[in-house]
Nanobody, 123 residues
């Protein structure tokens, strides 16, 4: 399985970005997907997750109401729409795939990880 994350960049506080993660190599539509992030000097943290069908989504409290995770199983792609960005959202964002298909906030659930895309939010 290969996961290719894209869409990161430099944005001013209050701006928006949409991250994409394209999957190849297995049945994407049966897999749960997640986004995690790691800020400089900090541990990796959960951001958002979506189950195989898209019917279940969960977010960490700090991004609720600002970020939206979605997926397009026809395109083997998961998205993270990020609005009202804050400097504290600055991090490398990683997508991950869970073979079991359910949504999970636990990193140990995921079997495959992408290479990460850098998001920098300036104040």
């Amino acid at each position: 399985v290969q996961l290719q994350a894209s869409g990161g960049g430099l944005v001013q506080a209050g701006g928006s970005l949409r991250l994409s993660c394209a999957a190849s190599g297995r049945t994407f539509s049966n897999s749960g997907m997640g986004w995690f992030r790691q800020a400089p000097g900090k541990d990796r943290e959960f951001v958002a997750t979506i189950n195989w069908s898209g019917a279940a989504t969960y977010y960490t409290d700090s991004v609720k109401g600002r970020f939206t995770i979605s997926r397009d199983n026809a395109k083997n792609t998961v998205y993270l729409q990020m609005n009202s960005l804050k400097p504290e959202d600055t991090a490398i964002y990683y997508c991950a795939l869970a073979s079991r298909g359910y949504a999970s906030s636990m990193g140990s659930t995921y079997d495959y990880w992408g290479q990460g895309t850098l998001v920098t939010v300036s104040s």
